[in-house]
């Protein structure tokens, strides 16, 4: 086993994927092609991701979680931010709270 599978044994779920890709395919059948919806502009990603973030906050159904993550790949796909483009520098934007890494440094 490599490096990378070894991490993603603990840090990756399988079955969070495997959700994700069923609720696709429904919604594929359900709504139609997201070429269309998402990329006419039809529906807005980024709308409907935060609808699933404060439902989640209210309810703690994961199921909101699958469908945030789905929104997001979608937004990638079809986006509609006037400045879209990836940058792997994170630009001082950090993780709200105290990581195990910044405690071993204390």
Request: overall charge negative.
């Amino acid at each position: 086993m490599n490096d990378i599978e070894q991490v993603l044994q603990t840090e990756y779920s399988e079955e969070f994927d495997k959700l994700r890709k069923n609720r696709m395919f429904v919604s594929y059948h359900k709504y139609g092609p997201i070429k269309n919806n998402y990329g006419e502009g039809l529906i807005n990603s980024i709308e409907n991701l935060e609808i699933r973030l404060k439902k989640y906050k209210e309810t703690g159904n994961t199921e909101f979680l699958v469908d945030i993550a789905n929104f997001a790949m979608i937004e990638f796909m079809y986006p509609k931010h006037s400045n879209v483009h990836f940058d792997s520098e994170t630009h001082g934007t950090r993780l709200k709270g105290m990581t195990v890494n910044d405690l071993k440094q204390l």
